[in-house]
Structure formats: structure tokens, C-alpha cells
């Protein structure tokens, strides 16, 4: 029989799913077993409840004491049992009474072994989980109060120690309600490089404005030394700011991930992701033994830039062919599949071949026709049909010149009034428009198809390809304050469809 029952909760891809904590208390040699499908971490939790109870003045009962962590076919791991186990343990022993604010509050925490609670990753997750299971509070760590109080319709109590948490169920001592700052309205200042930083390259500029207005994909090839990665590093001050939902959705896959800064719980800029060429698929897609975001879904609402692109391995690039398409990451496995958000705009910068100087003017390429085919073969035909934008870059003929560039300021208001443009019109950003969308509703008319339509045949393009110039035609009429597409914003277009190079 179940003497007691606690409310906790697990993290499952980047969602946090309901867990109740079961304790039975009965005659038998001494034991403390953890079952459920528990992991190595939750295991430990033995060794952690044992010297925390102890060195906070409570008792482990000699006696066979079970723990079950329900629903018991869901894998759990992770340190945020602790606190559940514990007071379940106190609760089926008689040693916390008459508790009964217990039955409506969720418990998350790690235990230190001298009783002091410490937070854990994945809050603002495990905090809507025990919401939905009805919970009306939440205790746990002082530390993580602020970013579990993101969550609306609970009651966060932050506790310092695992003998405060007994006190205030058993109504001795109350733990005041969290009562945070106002959030953060607007990003935080980007302190990065900026676009008024580099002269030159107008077709490079004009393809970063358009990709970002309108969530696109833009690749940039070129030799070394002219400022691919140096504009690319640019977007992440040109990026909107965040509205309220989005915030939310985005903070709460970095707290999963470990990432979040607690004093700032809610994310107010858009993710800016640059992984190294080294990263492994799991880790750039999402995986592993114990499934967790990986880059990709950390750069949802966002930006993902994979600088030297082709040094990727294929294996990671091709990974990325569902996210690209999709907006999300499906993780299989014999148990069951997750899905991880990963609505993310790639942009991507990489030589033409290894010694990064073929097709240049100033200077002669060293690299052996197979040598360098092989190099772009790299990036498969598939994976480069999803990119939107591409853009061959060369050294620039002239030096800085008398005008000096336009701000990243300057580019980042029109970059944010073409985005409310587009939410105001559809709700959506034009790189997530369907093919079914594209209607005079949407300021396309039949004869901008058949005018697109033309050229695909001229350029023998595919229809995916076809697809993704009649979204980046609507972005540049959304930049330019124009309702309706033209045949001329089509054009513009279709400039920077694949090089024949590559």
C-alpha cells in the first residue's frame, strides 16, 4: 500500500512531463530502492537523501523502504528527484503530519548532504508540468525561483534548505511567495560587430537583410579574408526582438539545456548559435542516451551559422535536411519519437575549395579540378535546394570610399517592419509560407507565377527551388513597403539562386 505520494516531474525532449513520486514504508531488512526505470544520477539519490535527512535532524526509518517514480516506463534522470524523495520518505515514515498543502504541491530540487537545495536544469519545463498535473504551488530551489515564476498560475516558494520545505508543508513556518522583477521588455544591447564595421560587398548586404526579414537560408562562398563570417556575425544584432510567446518557447529550451541565465530567466533576443565544424550530429541536431536539444533546436526563433560549412561532416549537414524543411527534429527511438522545435534560419559561409581561391580573379586556385569537385560535393543537391539565398563573393575592387555603410541600426528597423508586415498579413514569417498560400491574398498574383514559372524553365530550376524564390520575392516586396509581388522583386529573386559552380 502507498503510504505517501509526492509530485515531481521529468524532462522528456524539451517538455517537462508529470512524475509522482510513490513512497511505501514497511517491516523488512533496511533498503532504500529507487524503481521507475530510474537512472545512474536518480539512483544516487540514496547516498544524497540518506546524509540529507540526517544533517537536517530527520530520521531514515530502519525499515524496506520502496520508492517508485510513476509512470515507471518513462526513463528518468537527473537530480530534481531529490527533494519528492525525500519528503516522501518523511511523509510514509509519520514524520512530517497533517501536510495538507503536500497533495497540491510539486517538489523539484537536489539535495546537497548537509540539506541545503540547489536548482537544476529544465525548471521553466518541470514548473508547466506540475501545473498541468494540478499543482497550485511549486517548491523548490531560492535559486531557480525566478525562472520557474516565467510560468503563469502557479505559486513559486523558493527554499533554501530541505528543512524549510518540511516546515512549511507541515505549517510551522511559511515560505513567502516569489515575487520577482518586472521581466525584460527589450533585448539586451549586442555588443558585436557591426555592418557600419564593414565596407564593400552591396550583393552580400542586400542577401543578409532579405534572409532575416523573412526567416530565409543564405549561403556565402568566397576566398578567405573578405568578410563572409565577419557579416554573418553581423545578424545577431539585426534580429527582431523576441515578442512574449516566442520568449517563453525559447527560454525554456535553453533551461532544459542548461543555458539560461538565472538572473535574466526570459530570453528577450533572438538565439544566435555558432557551432564549431567539429560538432558531432547528436550534438548539432539533438540526441543522445538521454535526449537533449542540440544546436539546432537551440537556435530556434533564431539563427544558426555554420561558418566554413563544408567542413562539416556530411552526416551532420544531411541531419539538418528535416529542420530546414520541417521547422523541427524528430528523434526516434525503439520507445517512441520526440520532436525538438527547430525553426531556425541557416546561414552559412564557406570557400569554393580548399585552398579557397577557384574562379578568383586576383589570384590562381592550387587545387586540382577532382580535388575541388570533390570539396563542393560535400554539400549534397537536396541540402542545397533548401538553402534560399546564395551569394558568390570576391575581393572588393575599391577601398572604403567616401559613403560610409549603413548601420546595423539602420538595416535592423527595416528588417523588423518587414517581419510585422508579414505576422500582420499571415502570422507566420514568409520562409514558412506553403505553396498553397501563395494567392493574391498574399499579393501574388497568377501572372507572377507563370512569370516565375518562365524562368524556371530558362533556368532549369526545381520546383522546391521555384518555391523558395516565390517566398524570398515576397520578402523583398515586404521590404520594400509593397503590397503586391513583381515580376522585378521576382527577379531580384532569382539572383541569388545556386551558383552553376557549385
Known amino acids: 500500500m502507498v503510504?505517501?505520494?509526492?509530485?515531481?516531474?521529468?524532462?522528456?525532449?524539451?517538455?517537462?512531463?508529470?512524475?509522482?513520486?510513490?513512497?511505501?514504508?514497511?517491516?523488512?531488512?533496511?533498503?532504500?530502492?529507487?524503481?521507475?526505470?530510474?537512472?545512474?544520477?536518480?539512483?544516487?539519490?540514496?547516498?544524497?537523501?540518506?546524509?540529507?535527512?540526517?544533517?537536517?535532524?530527520?530520521?531514515?526509518?530502519?525499515?524496506?523502504?520502496?520508492?517508485?517514480?510513476?509512470?515507471?516506463?518513462l526513463p528518468k534522470d537527473g537530480t530534481?528527484?531529490?527533494?519528492?524523495?525525500?519528503?516522501?520518505?518523511?511523509?510514509?515514515?509519520?514524520?512530517?503530519?497533517?501536510?495538507?498543502?503536500?497533495?497540491?504541491?510539486?517538489?523539484?530540487?537536489?539535495?546537497?548532504?548537509?540539506?541545503?537545495?540547489?536548482?537544476?536544469?529544465?525548471?521553466?519545463?518541470?514548473?508547466?508540468?506540475?501545473?498541468?498535473a494540478g499543482a497550485s504551488d511549486l517548491l523548490l530551489a531560492a535559486g531557480a525561483a525566478s525562472e520557474a515564476s516565467i510560468v503563469p498560475g502557479l505559486c513559486i516558494r523558493g527554499a533554501a534548505t530541505l528543512g524549510d520545505v518540511v516546515a512549511h508543508l507541515a505549517g510551522v513556518r511559511e515560505i513567502a511567495p516569489f515575487v520577482g522583477s518586472a521581466l525584460p521588455a527589450t533585448p539586451l544591447p549586442f555588443d558585436g560587430p557591426d555592418l557600419a564595421d564593414l565596407y564593400g560587398q552591396p550583393l552580400a548586404r542586400r542577401a543578409l537583410e532579405i534572409a532575416l526579414a523573412g526567416r530565409h537560408n543564405l549561403a556565402l562562398c568566397g576566398p578567405p579574408g573578405i568578410g563572409k563570417t565577419l557579416l554573418l556575425q553581423c545578424a545577431a544584432g539585426l534580429l527582431p526582438a523576441l515578442d512574449d510567446e516566442e520568449a517563453i518557447e525559447v527560454s525554456r529550451i535553453h533551461s532544459v539545456a542548461g543555458l539560461l541565465d538565472r538572473r535574466v530567466p526570459?530570453?528577450?533576443?533572438?538565439?544566435?548559435?555558432?557551432?564549431?565544424?567539429?560538432?558531432?550530429?547528436?550534438?548539432?541536431?539533438?540526441?543522445?542516451?538521454?535526449?537533449?536539444?542540440?544546436?539546432?533546436?537551440?537556435?530556434?526563433?533564431?539563427?544558426l551559422l555554420l561558418d566554413e560549412m563544408l567542413q562539416f561532416r556530411s552526416d551532420a549537414l544531411e541531419a539538418l535536411r528535416q529542420p530546414m524543411e520541417a521547422g523541427s527534429v524528430t528523434i526516434a527511438r525503439v520507445d517512441g519519437a520526440l520532436l525538438l522545435p527547430a525553426s531556425f534560419s541557416l546561414l552559412a559561409a564557406f570557400n569554393p575549395c580548399p585552398c579557397g581561391w577557384r574562379g578568383m580573379r586576383r589570384r590562381a586556385c592550387t587545387c586540382d579540378e577532382a580535388v575541388a569537385r570533390r570539396y563542393a560535393a560535400r554539400l549534397s543537391g537536396p541540402l542545397r535546394d533548401r538553402?534560399?539565398?546564395?551569394?558568390?563573393?570576391?575581393?572588393?575592387?575599391?577601398?572604403?570610399?567616401?559613403?560610409?555603410?549603413?548601420?546595423?541600426?539602420?538595416?535592423?528597423?527595416?528588417?523588423?517592419?518587414?517581419?510585422?508586415?508579414?505576422?500582420?498579413?499571415?502570422?507566420?514569417?514568409?520562409?514558412?509560407?506553403?505553396?498553397?498560400l501563395f494567392d493574391e491574398a498574399h499579393g501574388i498574383s497568377p501572372s507572377v507565377l507563370a512569370h516565375l514559372a518562365s524562368r524556371?524553365?530558362?533556368?532549369?530550376?526545381?520546383?522546391?527551388?521555384?518555391h523558395r524564390a516565390t517566398r524570398v520575392a515576397r520578402t523583398i516586396a515586404d521590404l520594400a513597403t509593397a503590397e503586391r509581388v513583381s515580376p522585378e522583386h521576382l527577379d531580384e529573386a532569382l539572383v541569388y539562386r545556386t551558383p552553376v559552380q557549385l
Open 3 to 73: 503510504l505517501a505520494e509526492t509530485l515531481c516531474a521529468s524532462i522528456l525532449g524539451v517538455d517537462g512531463v508529470p512524475v509522482r513520486v510513490e513512497v511505501d514504508v514497511a517491516f523488512g531488512l533496511p533498503a532504500l530502492t529507487i524503481v521507475g526505470l530510474a537512472g545512474s544520477q536518480v539512483q544516487e539519490a540514496r547516498e544524497r537523501v540518506r546524509s540529507a535527512m540526517r544533517n537536517s535532524g530527520f530520521e531514515l526509518p530502519a525499515r524496506r523502504i520502496t520508492v517508485n517514480l510513476s509512470p515507471a516506463d
Open 456 to 466: 524556371g524553365r530558362s533556368f532549369g530550376l526545381s520546383p522546391r527551388r521555384l
Open 266 to 303: 526570459l530570453l528577450r533576443s533572438r538565439p544566435f548559435r555558432a557551432p564549431h565544424h567539429t560538432i558531432s550530429t547528436q550534438a548539432l541536431v539533438g540526441g543522445g542516451p538521454r535526449v537533449r536539444p542540440g544546436e539546432a533546436s537551440l537556435a530556434h526563433r533564431g539563427v
Open 80 to 132: 530534481g528527484y531529490d527533494l519528492a524523495i525525500a519528503v516522501g520518505i518523511l511523509a510514509a515514515s509519520g514524520q512530517l503530519r497533517d501536510a495538507a498543502r503536500l497533495a497540491r504541491t510539486g517538489l523539484v530540487g537536489e539535495l546537497a548532504l548537509d540539506g541545503a537545495l540547489r536548482p537544476v536544469p529544465g525548471v521553466m519545463a518541470m514548473a508547466a508540468a506540475a501545473r498541468g
Open 387 to 436: 538553402i534560399d539565398l546564395w551569394v558568390s563573393m570576391d575581393e572588393p575592387t575599391s577601398g572604403r570610399g567616401d559613403s560610409r555603410p549603413q548601420p546595423s541600426s539602420t538595416v535592423a528597423q527595416r528588417i523588423a517592419a518587414a517581419r510585422r508586415r508579414q505576422l500582420e498579413r499571415q502570422g507566420m514569417a514568409n520562409g514558412d509560407l506553403s505553396p498553397r
